[in-house]
């Protein structure tokens, strides 16, 4: 008996199909590219993708074929790389992006599929988040948690933004929207969310008068200014201006520092936490605002009472001499490691002796679930929507970047309005004097007296 013949190529415009090893195949070359791709199981569904292929080509526009198929880790990789040396998007949102594609890493790991990104299962990917455990601080030995509904809703986004750039590089087919999308946001329901406490003005007031004289001044600085944690920590005396009465947030890229929405802004300070601000500074001229409690400005530290461009000047130096010594460029997470080891030398806070004096004086008064110093940023915020203050002066005032390029919630009013500093800083003044209390509490502690 002679041999069986296969089935002979056939072709549908600038596209062959074939048979080969059990498949149907297409063929066609793509500008200088040849592409050649198993299509199917039978010859109809051979000859339909052919058919799409060469359509597409009549038109010049992109096959369903022409993309680059990639690894998730290599997409990752390129991922990671491009927000930390194109984007240059901050250290912080490079770790987050870091820890949450992680995840990712793990699910194709534990199941040793699928090997390219492109074949990724996300309602799959979503069950293995709700249903995997870690350790809340991340240390090995703590009780393992699943994963709350916030942070896998991160995870998710992450993700999203992960196979958004997949799309643009050309490593998902053509005609294929985000496998992401429609994952996460709105439509991703928080059921457990962190309880996020508001102040009064009776437990404001409470709150003050159980601080010690430390705790005091940090905790009226958040509570009277909005400012985020990271703000207060590396806010330098130069940047206080209390005759006037203004506090000047700004971006610190030479010192290892920016403000989480790199937004700089201007916030009014009452006279009462000038007053405040005014005693802890006391003598000194420069330097960080707020010391930890155990610094001594008086003893010899070569950068007690250091002005930016000393500071500035003390990294640089510090850099170039761990350059030579490892014979190469750092990272810019190198560097920021050694930034960070200057405002430790200059007497700067750390987050965490922020939090857990915080917690323990809340404790103090009865407020055992409140854990956060965030909760000042939500009260002020809150504070000034019961004064009724202009919804344009509150967003300027925290900080808040717009929500789209337009202007965010106020449109182009945003864009074409221009907010006064004078009528800023009397709106703020306002609202602050709901609350007068703890106003009064103030005068009396930046006077030496008991809270």
Same mark, same amino acid.
Request: aromatic letters at 8%; a positive charge; proline letters at 5%.
């Given at each position: 008996?002679?041999?069986?013949?296969?089935?002979? !190529?056939?072709?549908?415009?600038?596209?062959?199909?074939?048979?080969?090893?059990?498949?149907?195949?297409?063929?066609?070359?793509?500008? +200088?590219?040849?592409?050649?791709?198993?299509?199917? $199981?039978? $010859?109809? *569904?051979?000859?339909?993708?052919?058919?799409?292929?060469?359509?597409?080509?009549?038109?010049?526009?992109?096959?369903?074929?022409?993309?680059?198929?990639?690894?998730?880790?290599?997409? !990752?990789?390129?991922? /990671?790389?491009?927000?930390?040396?194109? !984007?240059?998007?901050?250290?912080?949102?490079?770790?987050?992006?870091?820890?949450?594609?992680?995840?990712?890493?793990?699910?194709?790991?534990?199941?040793?599929?699928?090997?390219?990104?492109?074949?990724?299962?996300?309602?799959?990917?979503?069950?293995?988040?709700?249903?995997?455990?870690?350790?809340?601080?991340?240390?090995?030995?703590?009780?393992?948690? !699943?994963?709350?509904?916030?942070?896998?809703?991160?995870?998710?986004?992450?993700?999203?933004?992960?196979?958004?750039?997949?799309?643009?590089?050309?490593? /998902?087919?053509?005609?294929? $929207?985000?496998?992401?999308?429609?994952?996460?946001?709105?439509?991703?329901?928080?059921?457990?969310?962190?309880?996020?406490?508001?102040?009064?003005?009776?437990?404001?007031?409470?709150?003050?008068?159980?601080?010690?004289?430390?705790?005091?001044?940090?905790?009226?600085?958040?509570?009277?200014?909005?400012?985020?944690?990271?703000?207060?920590?590396?806010?330098?005396?130069?940047?206080?201006?209390?005759?006037?009465?203004?506090?000047?947030?700004?971006?610190?890229?030479?010192?290892?520092? +920016?403000?989480?929405?790199?937004?700089?802004?201007?916030?009014?300070?009452?006279?009462?936490?000038?007053?405040?601000?005014?005693?802890?500074?006391?003598?000194?001229?420069?330097?960080?605002?707020?010391?930890?409690?155990?610094?001594?400005?008086?003893?010899?530290? +070569?950068?007690?009472?250091?002005?930016?461009?000393?500071?500035?000047?003390?990294?640089?130096?510090?850099?170039?001499?761990?350059?030579?010594?490892?014979?190469?460029?750092?990272?810019?997470?190198?560097?920021?490691?050694?930034?960070?080891?200057?405002?430790?030398?200059?007497?700067?806070?750390?987050?965490?002796?922020?939090?857990?004096?915080?917690?323990?004086?809340?404790?103090?008064?009865?407020?055992?679930?409140?854990?956060?110093?965030?909760?000042?940023?939500?009260?002020?915020?809150?504070?000034?929507?019961?004064?009724?203050?202009?919804?344009?002066?509150?967003?300027?005032?925290?900080?808040?970047?717009?929500?789209?390029?337009?202007?965010?919630?106020?449109?182009?009013?945003?864009?074409?309005?221009?907010?006064?500093?004078? *009528?800023?800083?009397?709106?703020?003044?306002?609202?602050?004097? /709901?609350?007068?209390?703890?106003?009064?509490?103030?005068?009396?502690?930046?006077?030496?007296?008991?809270?």
């Amino acid at each position: 008996m002679g041999r069986s013949r296969k089935p002979c !190529r056939k072709r549908v415009g600038r596209v062959s199909y074939y048979f080969h090893h059990g498949g149907w195949y297409i063929y066609y070359r793509d500008g +200088r590219h040849q592409v050649r791709r198993r299509v199917a $199981e039978d $010859e109809q *569904t051979a000859a339909i993708a052919a058919a799409e292929v060469n359509a597409q080509l009549a038109a010049n526009a992109p096959t369903q074929f022409s993309f680059c198929p990639i690894s998730v880790p290599e997409l !990752r990789r390129r991922f /990671l790389d491009h927000h930390e040396h194109v !984007r240059r998007s901050s250290l912080g949102t490079v770790r987050r992006y870091r820890s949450a594609t992680q995840h990712l890493i793990d699910f194709v790991e534990d199941r040793g599929r699928p090997k390219y990104a492109h074949q990724i299962d996300p309602d799959e990917f979503v069950r293995h988040l709700r249903n995997k455990r870690v350790p809340p601080n991340g240390h090995p030995n703590a009780k393992k948690k !699943r994963l709350c509904d916030k942070t896998a809703c991160f995870i998710v986004e992450t993700c999203r933004s992960l196979y958004g750039f997949a799309g643009k590089k050309r490593h /998902l087919p053509p005609y294929v $929207e985000n496998p992401f999308s429609g994952i996460g946001g709105k439509h991703f329901h928080i059921e457990d969310a962190k309880f996020v406490y508001v102040f009064d003005a009776e437990s404001e007031l409470a709150f003050l008068r159980a601080a010690d004289e430390w705790s005091f001044a940090i905790n009226f600085t958040l509570a009277k200014t909005g400012l985020r944690t990271g703000e207060l920590i590396h806010l330098l005396i130069e940047e206080v201006d209390l005759d006037e009465g203004w506090l000047h947030v700004h971006n610190k890229p030479d010192l290892g520092w +920016r403000i989480k929405t790199r937004r700089e802004r201007s916030i009014p300070l009452v006279p009462e936490l000038a007053a405040v601000i005014r005693r802890v500074i006391g003598n000194r001229a420069a330097g960080p605002v707020f010391l930890r409690q155990r610094f001594d400005p008086s003893q010899k530290s +070569r950068l007690a009472n250091t002005n930016r461009k000393g500071l500035v000047r003390a990294v640089q130096r510090r850099i170039e001499t761990a350059e030579k010594a490892a014979d190469r460029i750092l990272s810019r997470e190198d560097a920021d490691k050694i930034a960070r080891t200057v405002w430790q030398d200059a007497g700067a806070l750390i987050g965490e002796r922020i939090r857990k004096p915080f917690i323990r004086i809340a404790e103090s008064i009865g407020l055992d679930d409140v854990t956060c110093p965030k909760s000042w940023r939500h009260t002020f915020a809150t504070l000034l929507q019961d004064a009724n203050v202009d919804p344009l002066i509150r967003q300027i005032t925290l900080g808040h970047a717009p929500s789209s390029l337009g202007g965010g919630a106020l449109g182009m009013t945003s864009i074409y309005t221009h907010t006064r500093p004078e *009528t800023q800083k009397t709106e703020i003044e306002r609202a602050m004097r /709901l609350w007068p209390k703890s106003l009064q509490l103030a005068s009396q502690w930046s006077q030496g007296g008991a809270q």
